[in-house]
């Protein structure tokens, strides 16, 4: 079992426990870069998906070519350290012209 503070930035602590709880429906997370926000958001999108059996997710970036470099690998970060690579099948969808 892993603790959420292995894992997650003390600045975030008091939201994780808000989305857990489900206490509102909307988030709007602001900072800067390096700021976790990212790391943040996939380790809720991971841990939502891995404790809801009817959960999915569609990650969406304003640059799309930068998709694969950063938010993938990022989902990708998030499951491992969450230790919950053997329950995922990493997969990229074709490419659309």
Not at 57 to 71: N, P
């Amino acid at each position: 079992m892993v603790k959420t503070t292995e894992f997650l930035a003390p600045s975030f602590y008091q939201l994780f426990w808000d989305v857990y709880k489900q206490r509102h429906f909307n988030y709007w997370l602001k900072g800067g870069r390096g700021s976790t926000k990212s790391s943040f958001v996939s380790l809720m999108v991971v841990l939502g998906i891995m404790t809801d059996p009817q959960a999915n997710a569609i990650i969406l970036r304003k640059v799309a070519g930068e998709l694969r470099e950063s938010v993938y690998d990022q989902y990708l970060w998030a499951v491992d350290v969450l230790g919950a690579y053997d329950k995922w099948k990493a997969s990229v969808s074709p490419r659309w012209c």
